[in-house]
């Protein structure tokens, strides 16, 4: 079977479940619609190439598509943090794209003051950008933002540990639509995870408490990026 060594948590979703965006697992779309334009996409295509789409963007890629999560705001394209218009501090999560296949996966814990604040759109960006990711979306934050990893190399009960600190449910992981894995073979244990292939040059997945003086230091290199 497969081993899944750390996931995330993935699209943002309606009430039932259903997420917003695009979904594509081992090869077959289970759903090729988006709720709006702001809807955005992280995807590995056939040839094994990840790839971060906007919305009028999925048609480019659609019929090339292996695996495929949605997203929602754009935080970085071709290399630029994007403007953004919302400065609320959240629970986030943010996937990136580099130019050489490497995918950075970014959970930022928030909402509880004594512990970790959040992160801005804008300071996700700027995160994204330092570690030299080219194309960067915001998936699904608040009480979703999960962060697993592998414990223990059986299949037994308790081998999945919580690294992060889920805010819904005091520091306990909520039932979300999908999510993104990093795996050991090819194939899902998870009915809710899709695989990612390995042939990606490598996946970084990167958890972090805010403080206020973290916000402080990221809110200046994006005043002063050089």
């Not at 906007?54 to 071709?78: C, F, H, P």
């Not at 979703?144 to 919580?162: L, N, P, V, Y």
Request: aromatic share 10%; with cysteine; net charge neutral.
């Amino acid at each position: 079977g497969s081993r899944v060594l750390a996931a995330v948590n993935g699209d943002f979703f309606a009430t039932d479940g259903t997420p917003q965006g695009i979904y594509y697992r081992n090869g077959v779309c289970l759903k090729n619609t988006m709720t709006d334009n702001v809807c955005t996409f992280f995807a590995v295509t056939k040839g094994k190439k990840a790839v971060i789409g906007s919305y009028d963007e999925y048609d480019t890629y659609k019929d090339e598509i292996q695996e495929a999560v949605g997203g929602r705001v754009r935080l970085m394209t071709n290399g630029n943090v994007l403007p953004q218009t919302v400065t609320a501090l959240e629970p986030r999560t943010a996937i990136g794209v580099t130019d050489d296949n490497v995918v950075y996966i970014l959970v930022a814990d928030g909402r509880n003051f004594w512990y970790s604040n959040g992160m801005r759109y804008a300071e996700m960006g700027a995160v994204m950008k330092a570690l030299g990711a080219k194309n960067a979306i915001n998936l699904d934050g608040g009480g979703s933002s999960t962060f697993i990893i592998r414990k223990i190399a059986g299949f037994e009960d308790g081998r999945f540990a919580i690294r992060n600190w889920p805010y819904d449910n005091g520091g306990v992981e909520r039932e979300v639509a999908n999510g993104l894995p990093k795996i050991h073979l090819a194939r899902n244990i998870i009915t809710l995870i899709f695989p990612l292939p390995l042939t990606i040059t490598q996946i970084v997945l990167i958890t972090v408490h805010i403080t206020s003086e973290i916000n402080q230091i990221i809110q200046q290199w994006i005043k002063e990026p050089n």
